[in-house]
């Protein structure tokens, strides 16, 4: 038995010193190479100088509290507990870090115990049985021990794999998070545009109304003419039409709302309000931050990173596996089951396996393994440049939509001015109603376009928010 325990602390200490020298045959990872801008060509004030762009953050903060809306900062905390979108990305983010701890259960040697209770009867006639039958019970306690050294990195770099798709998947969850909280803000200022313009076609279908029964008024008067009182009527029966059709259009995005909050439709309401928020103005900083701000470019990295290892899985592969057993337990026929007597041990079998003929499997399995490398690769540097247009796109639409705002504001203004003294004309018999059609029909045009363009405002606000990764 000391002889025993002298081979098993040697066999140990081998195991040891094999884990200790072990190598890995996966390649080295480098994150992909990308060109990234010194600054944002469309931004207002680049911001000069530079910085090294590190490990992806998950975007963090109430970035929508920038607007100042107390509407908007209560339904977007419900999304977090509300959304099914979100509850699903949960789950996932929760899949990875079981398929994770998974991996990581082949760093240890695997145990499994058992206990065995048998009775038999061997026959007279076996070898050795000097003509007796005999018929005994069996009893069996013990344990066995399985263990891969990973002397080629297998284990290493599945687990390495692991980690990578479980930070994937937790930029994956910010990103969702993100999404639906930048989709929410967006409908919801779409929601509040169309307030503005239901309050502004109601105070049009009560202005179209007076000019109407002034109008009728002078037909039968003789004043004016049957086209005056048709015109008239036409504008407002048209003002009355397109009040229903933004009523429609604000009511699906109310319900749009509620869904993203997590509740149904046809118990959810928001009160029509007349004020439309001012659009912030968001500062974009450097564009090599965006790669640590960005939850999509973090997961499209990490997953990078994922590949990379498996291709050291895959060569691992074209190596053999070495794995060490061992069982041990007593076992007894008679007398007492647990006592050195009955007891038993076995050290093995420390064994190794290679295929050696496998018509190219192992080889093309490295090959797959490189090919998704690659794809990853491409997909990340492709994500980034995607994420680098988007803010262009948004930095170039915030400061155009600027100088849209003050000229159309203008235009309202002169529009309003001068339907006001087409109305005064008409009622001084110095233009006929055509005049007076036109004006409100430029002024009603005008209005409508300046309210489009602060909704434009406002969801190009949210998007450059959400292209920021949520954070500036």
């Excluded at 602390?9 to 480098?30: E, F, K, M, W």
């Excluded at 003509?131 to 297998?154: C, I, K, Q």
């Excluded at 009160?271 to 968001?282: F, G, K």
């Excluded at 050195?340 to 396996?353: D, E, R, V």
Aim: charge should be neutral; hydrophobic fraction near 45%.
């Amino acid at each position: 038995m000391p002889h025993g325990k002298t081979w098993l602390g040697r066999a140990i200490a081998a195991q040891v010193l094999l884990a200790t020298a072990a190598c890995s045959v996966g390649p080295d990872y480098a994150r992909p190479s990308v060109p990234v801008p010194a600054a944002y060509k469309e931004a207002d004030a680049p911001v000069p100088g530079w910085q090294t762009a590190g490990t992806a953050v998950p975007p963090t903060g109430r970035w929508w509290e920038v607007f100042g809306d107390a509407e908007l900062s209560t339904l977007e905390t419900r999304i977090e507990g509300g959304n099914a979108d979100l509850a699903a990305a949960v789950a996932r983010y929760d899949q990875s870090q079981g398929l994770l701890r998974q991996a990581r259960a082949d760093r240890v040697p695997q145990i499994s115990a058992g206990a065995d209770l048998s009775r038999q009867r061997v026959s007279a006639g076996r070898p050795l049985s000097l003509g007796n039958p005999a018929t005994y019970s069996v009893a069996t306690v013990g344990a066995s021990l399985d263990y891969e050294v990973d002397l080629f990195g297998r284990v290493r770099n599945a687990i390495r794999a692991g980690r990578a798709n479980a930070a994937a998947s937790a930029a994956d969850l910010a990103g969702v998070r993100l999404a639906l909280q930048a989709q929410l803000a967006n409908v919801y200022f779409d929601m509040r545009g169309l307030d503005a313009r239901i309050v502004l076609l109601r105070q049009t279908v009560a202005a179209y109304q007076r000019a109407f029964t002034l109008t009728d008024t002078r037909h039968t008067g003789g004043i004016a003419s049957g086209i005056d009182v048709s015109r008239a009527q036409n504008l407002l029966s048209s003002a009355r039409a397109e009040l229903q059709a933004v009523s429609i259009d604000r009511q699906r995005d109310e319900h749009a709302i509620a869904v993203l909050t997590g509740e149904a439709p046809s118990g959810f309401a928001i009160s029509v309000v007349e004020r439309q928020t001012a659009p912030p103005i968001l500062t974009a900083g450097l564009p090599s931050a965006l790669l640590e701000r960005r939850p999509d470019i973090g997961a499209a990295e990490r997953r990078v990173a994922a590949a990379n290892a498996r291709i050291g899985v895959a060569r691992a592969a074209l190596f053999p596996s070495i794995t060490l057993g061992a069982s041990g337990g007593f076992e007894a026929a008679s007398g007492a089951l647990l006592s050195a007597s009955n007891g038993f041990w076995a050290l093995g079998p420390l064994s190794t396996a290679l295929s050696l003929i496998d018509g190219g499997r192992r080889r093309a399995g490295v090959q797959i393994a490189r090919g998704e490398f690659e794809e990853a690769a491409a997909t990340y540097r492709q994500t980034v440049l995607t994420a680098f247009r988007e803010v262009e796109d948004d930095l170039v639409s915030q400061r155009y939509l600027a100088a849209q705002e003050r000229d159309q504001s203008l235009a309202a203004a002169a529009a309003e001015h001068t339907r006001e003294l087409a109305l005064i004309r008409y009622r001084d018999g110095a233009s006929d109603y055509l005049e007076v059609v036109t004006a409100q029909t430029a002024a009603l045009d005008a209005e409508r376009s300046l309210l489009d363009i602060r909704t434009r405002q406002l969801q190009t606000s949210t998007d450059l928010a959400r292209a920021l990764g949520g954070r500036w």
